[in-house]
Each structure stands twice: as C-alpha cells, then as structure tokens.
C-alpha cells in the first residue's frame, strides 16, 4: 500500500512546481478581501432557479474501499484524470479517500497538489460559460478546502456571468423578437402597398374602359349625323314657294315735308330713307328712318311727312321704303 502511495506521489512530483506556480498566483490574486458570494447552486436575480447541487463526491465513489479508492486514484493520475470527468477523477476518490482516512498526509498532500488544476478548470469553465461544469469544480474545491481563497471569487465569476448571459439571451431574444415583428410589418406593408396598387389600377382600367365608351358613343353620334346630313342632301329640296304677286302701291296723298327752319336759313339740303308699313286701309303705320343725311336734321319733318300720306287701300299689309328729298330750291 505504501508503494502505491509513492509511486503515485512520485507522478505528482512533475506536475507540483508548475502547480505551486499556478497557486501562488492565484495566492495573489486572491489575497484581496473577496465579497460575499452565494452557495453553489443558488438563485440569482438574473438566472432560473437551478436544481438542488448534486453532492461533490458521486455516492459510486464514496462506496469504494479504501483500497479501491487508492487504486483508482492512482490510475486516474497515470490518465490525467486529475478533476474529470465526474464520477471518475484523482480529485473524487482523494476526496473519498480521506473522508475515510482523515488522518492521511499523502492523501492531503495529493489533493494540495489537486487544487490549483481544479481551480484553473473552474475559471475556464466559467469563461466557456459552462456554468454546470463549474459549479460542479467549485464543489470540489469547497469540499477540498472551504476557506481556498479561490472560492469567493469563482463563485462571483459564475454569478456575473450567468447574470451576462441571461441579459444577452434576453437581447437576444428582444432582438429577433424586434426582427420578426419588423418582418411582420414590412410584410403588411408591402400587402397594403400591393392592394393599393391593385385598387388604383382598377380604377384606372374603370376610367379607361369609361373613355373607351364615351368615344364610341361619340364617334356613333357622328356617324348618325353624317348619315343623316347625307340622306338630307340626297333628298331633292323641295319647290320654294311662289309668292303671290303683290298689288302696286298707288298714292292718293302725298304731302311734301315741312322744311326745317334753321336748315332752311342755313341753305342746307339732305334726304332721309324711310321705311314704313301701308296697312289695309291705305294708311301708314310703323314708319322708321332707316339712314339720313345729314343725321338727324330733317328725320323728324320726313316721318311726319310720311305718316301722313295715303294709299289706295290693299288686300293685305306691305311694307316698303322711300326717300325723301329736302332741297331748299325747290
């Protein structure tokens, strides 16, 4: 037994300068006061409660007998078994090993020369955010030594960490939360864009279609009324109706027109168109100048002189047009 003991301390003997190296800085480093860090396995704020911490030391190792024990750890040695996997490490069954044999240097010895392979698993556990795997290193590092100085601040790192990543699981999950429902949207967007379309190149084919028709409507009208105009023009006009020869005027009383005084004085002469109705009687109505020269000075004495001739009386009215003639040499 003490052989094995040896022989086993003897393969321990390479790895015990670069572990005391690896201590002393973790010494180090840990020699700050470290604030208080909850048990493994506890609840934090940010991360789902976890299920009770599964014991440091697998109930199949704690079975063993000393012996065993001793043998096994020795083989785990020789693998470089030091601290995994569970259930089958150098780290386990020393742990078991001395709960049975309390009292054993080698044993302590062992795991002194255990603990700063431990500790490094454990921080590159945390650091690959391998939470379970670090807690389960933690276990062994507390039952190995519950004041390592180490303790504290792992268990910090595995807290903070945790914390870390249920903040970016949950951006994450805002994230493509926020993705999908912009998706969604532009996806509606685009569906309203396209029945907007669809709707305005409906109206437009309406609009279209109704221009189509009103230009067809149009275009029939014309062909109507061109065919129209030209059966009217292929139809013979009719005869003109011939009027009926009117009777001659024959006047019975003519009077000459007073000659205006002042153009009288004045020596002036003129004429004045008159056009005048002779009704059935024989008498005139609805006399009118029609031009006179010069204007407006002997219009007057002209329609007096007209309105009092009188004609043989007609069959029916006729209206005609004279002249008078104002000439003061006569």
Known sequence: M????ISAKSRLCA???LALALGACSRQEESAPATAAPAPGAQTAAAPAAAPPQPAVAASVQAMSAEQLREAASQALRENRMY???GDNAMEYYLALRDKLPDDATVASALTDLMPY???????AVTREQFDEALRLVALIEKADKTAPALPRIRQSVATSQQAVAKRTEAEDA??????????QAQQQQ???????????RRL?????AARQAEAQREAEQQEAARQAAAAAAQPAPAAATPAPQRALRPLNMPPPRYPPDALRAGLSGEVLVEFTVGTDGAVTDARVLRANPSRTFDREALNAVRRWRFEP???PITTRRTVAFNPGT
């Not at 003490?2 to 003991?5: A, D, I, K």
């Open 118 to 124: 431990t500790v490094i698993a454990a921080e590159q």
């Open 314 to 316: 007609v069959d029916a």
């Open 2 to 5: 003490l052989s094995m003991t």
């Open 84 to 86: 995994a996997p569970a």
């Open 175 to 184: 994230r493509a939360k926020a993705e999908v429902e912009a998706r969604a």
């Open 191 to 201: 569906v309203a864009q396209q029945a907007a379309e669809a709707e305005a190149a």
């Open 205 to 209: 084919a309406e609009q279209q279609a």
């Open 15 to 17: 790895c015990v300068l």
